[in-house]
């Protein structure tokens, strides 16, 4: 088995040549007339090196444009084949290759790693079925469960289009609006202190979605993915944040690459929550809403296997910024739920990729799904055709297996859920009652009341936030916090108040 995510080292060869190969007396030296006349259109080195260089960036992320990576494994501890039957589960001890990035979500390639952002936690795995690719976040929920209000809300977070600058106007307009504070969730997480974690390693991942495993019997349920840190998680102060932005923006990536070197490899314990389909139904919110926690209590964590990474990129850019993920990426036995922000984003990755990357990404040896044969004659041609494009392989199929291969038996959903009723325009706003900030209030009054200066650090982080933003902007802030707990909001305005005399000095 060939592993073509390792970047061979090209540096045994030392004779300097141009892109075709041909050698080069002096890579510096332009052909000109006399010792300095102009130059010629001859100079063919100067040329390629020069319409190389405009070409060298490629379009980024949008979002998750900055983030840093590593090569590592995930190994089986505990059965959970009653759960999933994918191959990766089959046996405890079994080891499968795997890529994981971090990111942050809003900020351009080359902003600082330590901003109050979620963070991407995506996952490849290299594994016999094909790959699978986990794309997470280090919060167990979003802000919107609407997917038509993603760019919208992503939108927020970037640069006013007139001023060119971030807006906390902006933002906090999005948020407070009635019909999205269902975000309030999401919202709490980000300004609480793991808005800012300490480091890659020190953070969790979660699946956030509902997703659909089933075993190799047919039976099904409803799964999410926890991550947890085996470092423990560990954030940054908002101030000790910002001034990291300063003074080491890298600072993340610095802390991963290093950990790494030094053979310190961080690791994850990964365990899954399950849920049937008749426990869903007496759930006090939708199994497919993406602003909620299924609570510990009710559905313990079952622990399923470590995540380990144990080897740095030899090359970033060929190996992470090449990267290509996506949740419609995934094996038998691992199916997306009907979770609606899930869905489209099956649609809105690989064409990321596509767009990024071009219509072979897969075959960009980092996404290259080497584990498993692919075949699909008609998936040919294409820009950036490099693995032979199948040869002389006819370029369709007449029939459903002409070659007598042993065809895959993966189950269906046709036992599964069943949908029925009209196509209609569902707009999914707000709950009725106070069902959207049940979680919040939760988070604020009984996990962070146990940690000691939590609720004050998610106070001043706020406070400090909106601060620089109008005064009707702000008294809508206060207003949405007063829902989760009034004292919160008390609180919120006590560090408006402080910062903007802060910020009256400068
Ligand atoms: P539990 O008391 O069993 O769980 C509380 C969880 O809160 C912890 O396990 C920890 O998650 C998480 N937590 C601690 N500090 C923070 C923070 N600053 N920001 C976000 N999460 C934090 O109670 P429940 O399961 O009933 O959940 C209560 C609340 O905990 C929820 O409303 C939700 O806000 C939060 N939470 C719940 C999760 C879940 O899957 N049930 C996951 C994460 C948060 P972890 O163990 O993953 O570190």
Redesign the pocket.
């Known amino acids: 088995m060939n592993d073509n995510t390792n970047t061979s080292d090209v540096r045994g060869d030392r004779v300097v040549t141009n892109a075709q190969g041909n050698p080069l007396n002096d890579p510096f030296a332009t052909q000109r007339v006399g010792q300095h006349g102009p130059l010629l259109m001859q100079d063919a080195n100067l040329i390629e090196l020069l319409a190389h260089f405009n070409r060298e960036n490629i379009v980024e992320r949008l979002p998750h444009a900055h983030g840093s990576g590593a090569f590592g494994y995930f190994e089986v501890t505990d059965d959970i084949t009653d759960i999933c039957g994918s191959a990766m589960f089959s046996k405890i001890g079994k080891r499968t290759r795997c890529l994981t990035r971090f990111s942050t979500v809003g900020g351009e390639k080359g902003s600082a790693d330590t901003a109050r952002d979620p963070r991407g936690f995506s996952t490849k795995f290299y594994t016999e079925e094909g790959n699978l690719d986990w794309v997470y976040n280090n919060t167990?929920v979003f802000f919107i469960r609407d997917p038509a209000k993603f760019p919208h809300f992503i939108h927020t977070q970037r640069r006013n289009p007139e001023t060119h600058m971030k807006d906390a106007n902006m933002f906090w307009d999005f948020l407070t609006t009635p019909e999205n504070q269902v975000a309030i969730?999401q919202v709490m997480?980000l300004f609480?202190?793991?808005g800012t974690p300490a480091s890659y390693r020190t953070m969790?991942g979660?699946s956030g979605h509902t997703y659909k495993w089933s075993n190799k019997k047919g039976e099904w349920h409803y799964v999410q993915v926890?991550i947890?840190s085996d470092q423990g998680?560990k954030n940054l102060t908002n101030e000790e944040a910002i001034k990291m932005a300063g003074e080491n923006p890298d600072y993340c990536q610095k802390d991963l690459f290093e950990a790494i070197q030094k053979k310190k490899f961080p690791s994850w314990t990964v365990s899954i929550q399950t849920m049937t389909e008749e426990d869903a139904k007496k759930l006090p919110f939708s199994v497919f809403d993406l602003t909620k926690?299924?609570?510990?209590?009710q559905f313990p964590l079952r622990r399923v296997g470590r995540l380990v990474l144990n080897e740095n990129p030899l090359n970033y850019f060929a190996q992470i910024e090449q990267a290509a993920f996506s949740p419609s990426t995934t094996v038998p036995y691992q199916e997306p739920s009907a979770d609606p922000v899930l869905q489209a984003r099956l649609f809105a990755y690989p064409d990321a990729q596509r767009y990024r990357l071009g219509p072979n990404y897969h075959q960009i040896p980092v996404n290259c799904p080497y584990a498993s044969k692919v075949f699909n004659p008609a998936m040919r041609d294409g820009p950036m055709n490099v693995d032979g494009n199948l040869g002389s392989e006819p370029n369709y199929l007449a029939t459903k297996n002409p070659y007598n291969f042993s065809q895959s038996s993966r189950p269906i959903q046709q036992h599964q859920e069943v949908w029925n009723g009209p196509a209609v325009p569902f707009h999914w706003a707000t709950s009725p009652g106070d069902i959207d900030f049940v979680?919040a209030r939760?988070?604020y009054q009984?996990?962070?009341s146990q940690?000691p200066g939590?609720q004050d650090r998610l106070a001043h982080n706020i406070g400090f936030h909106i601060a620089s933003s109008q005064p009707e902007i702000q008294k809508r802030v206060l207003d949405m916090f007063a829902r989760v707990d009034k004292k919160l909001a008390n609180n919120i305005f006590k560090e408006c108040e402080l910062r903007k005399k802060e910020l009256c000095r400068f």
């Open positions: 167990p969730h997480i609480s202190d793991r969790n979660y926890h947890e998680v926690v299924w609570p510990h209590k979680q939760d988070l009984k996990v962070l940690q939590a």
